[in-house]
DNA sequence: CGTAAAACTTTTTTT
DNA sequence: AAGTTTTACG
């Protein structure tokens, strides 16, 4: 009896092929993790491999804690060794050794997206380039695509063959290095680049670390870019046991640069590799598993393949349309209530997921109503608070002087009357010197003009300094501390006495404990702790690395995060043509936009193991406006027979068969698809789908008139809509009762 | 220099 | 609708 006994014949192969290439397709659900937790047991175990020769790439933070917790348990402690990480801290981990090399310091800041937009419109302003024309965002996602393609400025003049735009474009990228190199700092991308050129530039770093890591393990291969297909070519190029894992219908990434042709390609790049398919599914209910399925086959760019499972029939995929994003956030957060009223499943079963970050709210709102846990993952990123940027940029000026962006930040917060002409003026001065902008502000007394403001500016440069000598013997907390303290920066707040500035000094509370926890982890670790460190670990967190399981809250998020995940019950809301799949990819005239959409449905619908309800609105509010929707495509690519819509069954089912086995035509679909949900049925005389009018449009009553629609309120039977008549004066009345018409202008 | 009001923009998805 | 950026004024 071993430990491999538990995997399948497929499994095992994966397993027990150790040397040279190997491609692991795997469908979604069929236990990747499984096979290379057990492969890296298998290696250390079983064929004496030492556990530091061993690399392991995941996607995630998350997904590496998971896989190191598993790699623990089943090979015990010899495993502590084996790096679990992901790309981006592997690279870190890497350059914080060499990139001297390069010519960076080793404490090099990392920029997260916010940053990347200042120093752009900074560079923008002074380039003369118009950021009405060419938008900061544009301008960093083609620099990223370069990046992630591996393009130096210069290569990407020379590609564009003179185009203007091109020209432009590759001007603003070639001095947006040449700053992040004066503010020794490195973009998300530059992680994996810059490791990329170290390893080209010098034979003897990339030497080293190719003995260090004999097997290399890369999981998620399908969103990998040129870059980092680069990087692990170079890994693995003196052993060539290298082997990848990946699903090329959840390649969901190709806006951030992933390349499907790394995993397509593989047996191209390694003619000798192993390519083994994992098809069996462990997840999903076989009526869950058959609607990915269909959903899928609907994409041509793919390799073939169709899931199966030993698992039980389940229950149908449900689906209903409401009339509203209201309605459908109600529905949504009352189903989960009264699954788990009835002990159907625990809070923490159930995950709702959605296209875009701002469908959360909705869902909030009924939360919190309804007094149901909740979390929700992504959005506005907690490091990206502005009370919590400032803090971190005293600590980033503190640990890197050169990086300008974060002493510019804060060289004015709290106030210190140090303005922007004042600021603009430092600036010219560091620029003429070729000096960092903090070294332009040390050496103040030579700045010509700067009139009162040179006291407060040395004053500034002493509080730094003062800082940077205590930071020597300080933890991180302390540091933090002493800042928050003698920058007034809590007591600011609490002067102010609003709700937003103590939910502010909430959240300074948690960034202490993060320190706090920071330094715990590391000493358990036994790793160093260090101010960079604490900032790197800062700028590389996802917000879905926090979500632990076993928590009892229903959690939110994005299909995207959602990627790796699994739950009982799932719900994909916002299954409206437009929203999901969204209208840039409708309207693209690239086929593959909408494949990468389709891929994203297949990601969210394998999520489920027992339970998926899809859910859609007719209507929606979208940025301030009304808005209409017909349901998602990728509902109606679901066969029929695995749907259910949520009719009374009795009475309803003869006829709903008799639309559908009809014929499938689009039109006929939209037809079979409209009911509305049972809990409505009994409002649905009265109360109307949706008004023809909203707040604010003129509207002609039979008794009072012209009037203008002040508020509408929605009462459980109908809308109670307030008028403001030109002659009757206000009223309050039920639409239903009303018979209010809409009147053009 | 700092604040408040007004105008303008936003269209995915994230390490 | 919400956030950011520009403008006006004290």
């Known amino acids: 009896m071993s430990i491999y006994d538990s995997l399948n014949e497929q499994q095992r192969e994966a397993v027990f092929n150790t040397e040279g290439p190997l491609l692991i397709l795997a469908g979604a659900g069929s236990g990747k993790t499984r096979v290379l937790t057990h492969r890296i047991a298998y290696l250390i175990e079983e064929k004496k491999v030492n556990p530091w020769n061993i690399l392991a790439i995941t996607f995630t933070n998350k997904a ?88 130096t400025p210069d290569q990407m003049e020379t590609n564009g063959a003179g ?83 990946g699903d090329d219908d959840q390649s969901i990434y190709s806006f951030r640069g992933a390349n499907i042709g790394n995993i397509l390609g593989f047996e191209r790049v390694f003619p000798n590799a192993r390519v083994i398919r994992l098809e069996q599914n462990y997840r999903s209910t076989q009526n869950i598993l058959n609607a990915a399925n269909e959903v899928i086959s609907n994409n041509t760019e793919r390799k073939p393949k169709r899931l199966w499972t030993e698992n039980e029939e389940g229950s149908r995929v449900q689906f209903r349309q409401f009339a509203n994003g209201f309605e459908e956030a109600e529905y949504v957060v009352g189903d989960i209530a009264a699954a788990r009223r009835e002990g159907r499943c625990r809070y923490g079963d159930c995950a709702v997921l959605y296209r875009t970050n701002a469908q959360s709210r909705l869902f909030e709102e009924k939360c919190l109503l309804a007094n149901i846990p909740y979390r929700i993952i992504g959005g506005v990123n907690f490091y990206a608070r502005k009370e919590i940027k400032d803090l971190l940029c005293y600590l980033k000026t503190v640990d890197n002087a050169r990086d300008d962006l974060a002493v510019r930040r804060i060289i004015n917060v709290p106030k210190r009357g140090i303005g922007a002409a004042t600021i603009a003026k430092i600036q010219d001065y560091a620029e003429l010197m070729n000096i960092s902008f903090y070294d332009a502000v040390r050496v103040a007394e030579e700045i010509p003009s700067l009139g009162r403001s040179l006291g407060k500016i040395n004053q500034f440069a002493e509080f730094i300094q003062m800082l940077r000598s205590k930071a020597e013997h300080y933890s991180v907390r302390e540091l933090l501390e002493e ?209 023809d009018y909203g707040v604010g449009d003129t509207v002609r009553h039979v008794k009072f008139g012209v009037g203008v629609v002040k508020n509408i309120v929605e009462g459980g039977r109908d809308y109670e809509v307030t008028v403001e008549f030109d002659r009757a004066g206000v009223k309050k009345m039920f639409a239903g009762f009303a018979k209010l018409k809409k009147i053009q202008d």
């Open 483 to 691: 800042i928050i303290d003698l920058t007034g920066y809590v007591t600011e707040l609490k002067a102010e006495d609003t709700d937003e500035a103590r939910s502010r000094i909430e959240n300074i509370d948690e960034l202490i404990s993060k320190t706090v926890s920071y330094q715990e982890a590391m000493e358990e670790m036994g790793r160093q702790v260090t101010l960079s460190g604490f900032l790197e670990e800062i700028a590389l967190v996802a917000d879905i690395d926090s979500v632990e399981d076993g928590q009892d809250y229903v959690l939110f998020m994005t299909l995207h995060s959602a990627k790796g995940l699994e739950f009982p019950r799932v719900y994909l809301a916002g299954m409206d043509d437009g929203i999901f799949p969204g209208s840039l990819s409708i309207f693209s005239d690239n086929p593959s936009d909408m494949e990468e959409e389709r891929r994203l449905c297949y990601v969210g619908i394998t999520r489920a193991e027992k339970e998926l309800t899809l859910t859609s609105a007719r209507q929606r509010l979208v940025r301030g406006e009304n808005r209409f929707y017909k349901v998602s495509r990728f509902v109606e690519e679901i066969p029929r027979e695995l749907v259910d819509l949520g009719r009374k069954i009795t009475e309803k089912k003869p006829k709903l068969e008799n639309v559908i086995s009809a014929k499938s035509s689009y039109g006929q679909m939209k037809i079979s698809f409209r009911p509305t949900p049972l809990e409505k049925k009994d409002f649905k005389v009265t109360k109307a789908d949706s008004l």
């Open 64 to 151: 590496a804690q998971e896989m190191r917790e598993r790699v623990d348990r089943l090979a015990g402690g010899d495993a502590g060794s084996v790096w679990v990480s992901t790309f981006h801290s592997a690279c870190v981990r890497i350059l914080r050794r060499h990139i001297d090399r390069l010519g960076f310091e080793n404490n090099f800041t990392i920029y997260d997206t916010d940053d990347q937009k200042s120093l752009i419109k900074d560079i923008c302003t002074r380039l003369n380039v118009d950021t009405r024309v060419y938008k900061e965002k544009a301008l960093m996602s083609q620099i990223s695509r370069a990046k992630d393609e591996l393009i």
């Open 163 to 245: 185009d203007y735009n091109v020209r432009k474009v590759a001007a603003v990228y070639r001095e947006y290095q040449a700053q992040l190199c004066r503010n020794n700092a490195l973009d998300f991308d530059d992680l994996i680049g810059k490791t990329v050129e170290l390893f080209q530039n010098c034979g003897d770093v990339l030497e080293s670390w190719q003995h260090r890591f004999r097997y290399i393990m890369v999981d998620e291969y399908q969103d990998t870019n040129t870059a980092q297909f680069r990087l692990v070519s170079l890994l693995a190029s003196r052993y060539e046991n290298l082997c990848v894992v």
